[in-house]
């Protein structure tokens, strides 16, 4: 899976104290294992998190027993299906915490706000305020896109390195929503390219005609996110642009605060 926030020594909150040191080496795996893909060999585990195998082998084999690791054919470990259910349950409240900000949102824009997302080589939409104007959006929560069409695709993946988005690229096979879809690998390194020197990301028309996107990605989120706002082509113009993305970018702060936070309340 890729991520735009992958774990690092340094971005790693820092244990607390009177933790237990087994609890925390366990959840540290699995974020490790998260990070690799998915699935991992003891010794690039032992290598990453500095810990020695016999620690390694005793911690996976409780994980494995509890369900949350599966051991492969081959002897190497994958994150298990127990975590599905704690993942989903984690989306949902991510969404929840989302919604009054989202509504601030529309309340300052007018547009619809989402929340997104990035789940594997997929966008999947957590939460959504819809606008007060009546207008059939495209956008839904559960709904799940292809990156290269969506404004939110492009804050998440700005700043994913090239390679893994040529990787995912042609995994995905960016077929064409719209004739304004980016189709090409260097187009939509491009539109990254963009992204990162603007800090927003545009949908012009890409996933559906007659509909504008501003996106933003949610700063030091624990899941990579991105919120957005949608709406008519003939209300979210250029100018309007420049009202839109400062809102944006100001509520993407407030809401990385509560996101970052939630653990420690």
């Given amino acids: 899976m890729l991520s735009s926030n992958a774990t690092t020594d340094a971005s790693k909150p820092a244990a607390p104290s009177g933790g ?98 990035l789940d594997g080589d997929e966008i999947v939409y957590v939460a959504q305020v819809p606008s007060k104007h009546s207008m059939r959006m495209f956008t839904e929560v559960g709904r799940r896109v292809l990156p290269h069409s969506t404004g939110v695709g492009k804050a998440l993946l700005a700043h994913t390195p090239a390679d893994e988005v040529r990787a995912l690229l042609g995994r995905t096979g960016m077929p064409a929503a719209t004739e304004k879809t980016i189709t090409t690998p260097e187009g939509f390194l491009e539109a990254l390219e963009h992204v990162r020197r603007v800090g927003y990301a545009v949908d012009d028309n890409e996933q559906e005609i007659g509909v504008r996107c501003l996106a933003v990605s949610v700063p030091n989120s624990p899941t990579a996110a991105a919120i957005s706002i949608s709406g008519p082509a003939g209300r979210v113009t250029e100018s309007a642009t420049d009202k839109i993305v400062p809102i944006l970018q100001e509520v993407a702060q407030e809401l990385s605060v509560v996101l970052t936070n939630a653990g420690h309340n």
């Fill in 20 to 117: 237990v040191q087994s609890l925390e080496r366990a959840f540290d795996l699995l974020e490790r294992m998260a990070d690799a893909g998915g699935e991992v060999g003891l010794s690039e585990l032992s290598a990453s998190s500095g810990l020695p195998l016999p620690t390694i082998h005793r911690l996976m084999r409780t994980l494995v027993a509890c369900g949350y690791v599966r051991q492969q054919s081959n002897r190497r470990y994958s994150l298990g299906p127990r975590l599905i259910r704690l993942g989903e349950s984690a989306s949902r409240l991510l969404g929840t915490w989302a919604r009054p900000f989202l509504a601030r949102l529309v309340e300052a824009t007018g547009e619809t706000a989402n929340m997104a997302l």
